[in-house]
C-alpha cells in the first residue's frame, strides 16, 4: 500500500516548528547573534566562534494524522530537529507547539509527564534492555506510569500480536533477529498510546527485505491508528514511499516541503533534483498531475468518445501505462463524484515519465 492510498489526513496541525535554530557550542549565543544579524555561514561560525549550527531557522507545520517525512544526507540536521520536538534537545531560539501546547513552557515535571504520556520516540538502535523480556520491554513506559501489572501485560500482549510477534513476548533481546528487535521497538512506542510517533531511521540498520516488510507492516498501522508520525531518513525512496509530505534538509535547514509527488515533480533546486533523479515516476505520480483539461484535447483532437476506459485522479503512473498498452484510446480521469475532469494520451505519459513535467 502506498502513502497515497491512504486516507487524507485532517488539516489541523499537531506539531507547530516556528524559526528554530539550535547551535552547539560554548559561544552559543554569540554565534546565534551573528548568524541571524549578518548571516555568516556554517563554516564561518565554527572558524569564529567555534560553534556548530545543527538548526537554522526551521518552520514546519505537521498535521494530526499524517506521515511527514523529514530526510537528508548525514549532518543535514535531520535528527537534531526531531529531537526538539520532545525536547530531548532545547533550541537555542524558536517557539515548538504540540497540539497547541508551548512545549518551551514546560516545567521539568511537566515536560517529563508530557513525553510519558503523548510522544513515543522509536530509535534506529531498537534501545531494548537486555535483562527484560520482551513483554517487559514493551510494557516498560506502562511501568512508569505505575499501571497495573496485569493491565500492563494485556496491552504489551495486544500490540505485540499487532507488530506480528505472538508468541515470542517471554524471550529476550538477544534471542531476536534485527527485524524482530525493530518490531519490539515500535511495539514500546505504540504501547504508549501516545498521539504522536517520532521515528529517527527506525529501519535503516535492517537489510533491505526486511526494511521494506517493516515499511508494509508500519503502514498498514499507521493507516489504521491514525496517529500523527514525524519519520526521520536519509532515504529519498522510502520517504517516498510512506510518507504523505516530505522535508529535505541541508545545512540545518529546510530546502523543499511537499509531496512526494511535488518534490518528484518539481525539484526545489539542484540538491533536490540530484535526490530525486534516481526516484521512479512510475509509482510516485498521479494522474491529475499529467492530465489535460477535455476541453484543451477536443480541441486538437475533436470531441471525445463516451466509452473511454476510465481511472481515479489519484490513479498511479504504472497503471496508466498499463491501461496505455492494452488500448490507443485516450485515458478518462475522472474525480471523486466520477465526473470526467481530464484526459490522458500516450503522449502525457512519456513526458511524465522521461521529463518530469505537467502536461501541457
Known amino acids: ?22 547551535v552547539f557550542g560554548e559561544r552559543e549565543a554569540e554565534a546565534l547573534a551573528e548568524v541571524q544579524r549578518n548571516g555568516i555561514s556554517k563554516q564561518q561560525a565554527l572558524e ?10 526551521v518552520s514546519l507545520e505537521i498535521r494530526r494524522g499524517e506521515i511527514f517525512c523529514v530526510m537528508g544526507l548525514s549532518g543535514s540536521g535531520k535528527s537534531t530537529l526531531v529531537r526538539h520536538i520532545n525536547r530531548l534537545l532545547e533550541p537555542s531560539a524558536g517557539d515548538i507547539r504540540v497540539n497547541g501546547r508551548d512545549v518551551l513552557a514546560l516545567s521539568p515535571k511537566e515536560l517529563r509527564q508530557f513525553r510519558n504520556e503523548h510522544i513515543a520516540m522509536v530509535f534506529q ?17 506502562l511501568e512508569i506510569r505505575r499501571i497495573p501489572k496485569n493491565r500492563r501485560r494485556a496491552t504489551a500482549e495486544k500490540v505485540l500480536a499487532m507488530v506480528e510477534l505472538s508468541g515470542w513476548g517471554d524471550r529476550f533481546a538477544h534471542e531476536l533477529s534485527g527485524g524482530m528487535q525493530q518490531r519490539v521497538g515500535l511495539a514500546r512506542a505504540l504501547a504508549v498510546d501516545a498521539g504522536i ?17 517493516l515499511q508494509d507492516e508500519f503502514m498498514q498501522l499507521a493507516s489504521i491508528m491514525n496517529r500523527t508520525t514525524v519519520f526521520i531518513t536519509h532515504d529519498l525512496d522510502e520517504a517516498v514511499r510512506i510518507g504523505h509530505r516530505i522535508a529535505i534538509m541541508r545545512d540545518g535547514r529546510i530546502v523543499q516541503t511537499g509531496t512526494p509527488e511535488e518534490i ?13 533523479a534516481g526516484i521512479s515516476r512510475l509509482k510516485v505520480v498521479r494522474a491529475h498531475a499529467v492530465m489535460q483539461p477535455p476541453e484543451a484535447y477536443e480541441r486538437v483532437h475533436g470531441p471525445l468518445p463516451g466509452d473511454l476506459p476510465g481511472f481515479d485522479q489519484n490513479a498511479k503512473l504504472d497503471v496508466l501505462m498499463k491501461a496505455a498498452v492494452d488500448s490507443d484510446a485516450p485515458i478518462a480521469i475522472t474525480d471523486d463524484a466520477n465526473r470526467r475532469i481530464g484526459v490522458v494520451t500516450r503522449s502525457c505519459l512519456l513526458k511524465a515519465v522521461i521529463e518530469g513535467t505537467e502536461a501541457s
Not at 538502535?125 to 513506559?141: E, Q, T
Open 264 to 276: 518528484v515533480l518539481h525539484p526545489a533546486d539542484g540538491y533536490v533534483a540530484d535526490f530525486v
Open 48 to 57: 569564529r566562534y567555534n560553534c556548530v549550527i545543527g538548526v537554522a531557522d
Open 1 to 22: 500500500m502506498m502513502a497515497g492510498d491512504m486516507t487524507a489526513p485532517p488539516s489541523a496541525s499537531a506539531i507547530e516548528i516556528r524559526n528554530v535554530w539550535k
Open 125 to 141: 538502535n531498537f534501545a531494548l534492555m537486555p535483562h527484560r523480556s520482551v513483554l517487559d520491554n514493551i510494557a516498560m513506559p
Open 197 to 213: 510517533l517520532l521515528m529517527d531511521e527506525p529501519f535503516s540498520a535492517l537489510d533491505p527485505l526486511i526494511r521494506r516488510q
